[in-house]
């Protein structure tokens, strides 16, 4: 090949590679858009989250008090019945026989009581004059008092006959939502042994769970028993905590197993949701408020259960900070360690970022969001 030749293949092979550099550079994809925003400075309260169980305030086992054969069920199964509604009916035949065999008796005692009583003013009066001795007025003296006695007797058997009649009358004792019926028409009962149903009550809720020592003793160098102060709750299937209570016991020892202590908070139940047994998410404030730093929860990765951010540089360039968090507030999350206010933060869309990744920031405020209404 001459050196004429040469040369035109080195320009078109020049000239080729320039236009496959331009075209690759034409190519390459702008970094992608994320938005930004600085964490944002604010007080929150000062709280500790726990879980626990609901329990109801009142739950009473009704259990027959008069022996005999179950004639009426008088309650739907399940429903709601108020103080003094009659549930059950006991056959009461033979207590009304009782009764009256009772009342028989106290009206003989009365008879006998007002003929000795006659008996013993006249002695009384023929005693000074000497017409009947002192042994004969004591011995008309002792059958008015035993008279009295056993009209005393009388009238106790028949108060007691009226009470057995009044057990085959099963009433309910609170107020609340009836159980299922465990004795059926026709059954035999037994006195103080057979259970019939269960009342629990549907007002105010008792939640119970356990805080670790670490709280206790932050609470007694506050000079604070845990009562008294404020708790939110939580069901499962709520965002955060809406509902509102307060502590009212806390127990007398820490629990040397677990290492913690048993509290107890009372929430209303006004909308009839809570029932006992439930699984609850506790968060009692333990301090006054205090300055924090805050991201939305969407900003939050996790990677083998750690916690991390992206930071974006000066040079728009995706730093993966790990992070330590801390409570939840109205959607968003207290960032205790790993990230400084004056850092800018990417709030959201994470899927497909990555450390070292070229980035386009689009600066966004962080809003400030309003709790959800609470219930009460």
Known sequence: MNARLFRVWL??????????????????????QVPVGQPLAREVPDYEEFTGRTEASATVDIRARATGYLTRVLFKEGAEVKQG?????????????????????????????????????????????????????DKITAERD?????RLASRAVVEHAKLNLDYTKVTAPISGRVGRRFVTEGNLV???????????????????????EKTVL????????????????GLADEKDFPRRGTVDFADLRV????????MRAVFANADGTLLPGLFVRVRMTVGE???????????????????????????????????????????LRVVKDGVKATEWVVLGELEGLRAGMTVKPQKTPIPEQKPDKERR
């Open 146 to 150: 035993e008279a009295e006695a056993m």
């Open 190 to 212: 037994k006195a103080d042994e057979t259970l019939l149903t269960t009342i629990v009550s549907q007002g105010p809720m008792s939640v119970y769970f356990d805080v670790d």
């Open 289 to 331: 408020p205090r300055k924090a730093l805050l991201v939305p929860e969407e900003a939050v990765a996790f990677v083998r259960g750690k916690a991390y951010l992206f930071v974006v540089s000066d040079k728009n360039v995706l730093q993966r900070r790990l992070v330590q968090l801390g409570s939840r507030h109205d959607g």
């Open 255 to 262: 629990d040397p197993q677990t290492g913690t202590l048993r």
């Open 85 to 137: 509604a009659l549930l059950f009916e006991i056959d009461p035949r033979p207590y009304q026989a009782e009764l009256m065999k009772a009342e028989a008796a106290l009206t003989q005692a009365e008879a006998r009581l007002q003929r000795t009583a006659a008996n013993h003013k006249r002695a009384a009066a023929l005693l000074p004059t000497k017409a009947i001795s002192r042994e004969e007025y």
């Open 218 to 233: 932050r609470l007694r160098r506050d000079r604070k028993d845990g009562t008294g102060l404020p708790v939110g709750l």
């Open 11 to 32: 320009s078109c092979s020049l000239l080729a590679l320039a236009f496959a550099a331009a075209d690759s550079a034409a190519q390459a994809p702008e970094p992608p």
